[in-house]
């Protein structure tokens, strides 16, 4: 388990607002553009859940 507190809960890998990926990727959300607080980046890890 990680240590990656995410509270994405719409993510396939979100298990009680924990990460349960073994990695993950962030880039920045916005190409050309100089990254100044969190809301500049974004998980490139996230899938949506599978609808049942
Ligand atoms: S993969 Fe990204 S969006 Fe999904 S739970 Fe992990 S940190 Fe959150």
């Not at 388990?1 to 924990?18: A, G, H, L, P, T």
């Given at each position: 388990?990680?240590?990656i507190?995410?509270?994405?809960?719409?993510?396939?890998?979100?298990?009680?607002?924990?990460?349960?990926?073994?990695?993950?990727?962030?880039?920045?959300?916005?190409?050309d553009?100089?990254?100044?607080?969190?809301?500049?980046?974004?998980?490139?890890?996230?899938?949506?859940?599978?609808?049942?």
């Amino acid at each position: 388990m990680s240590d990656i507190k995410c509270r994405v809960e719409e993510c396939f890998y979100n298990n009680s607002e924990i990460c349960q990926a073994s990695t993950i990727e962030v880039k920045s959300r916005f190409r050309d553009h100089i990254v100044s607080n969190s809301d500049g980046t974004a998980c490139e890890t996230f899938a949506p859940k599978v609808k049942k």
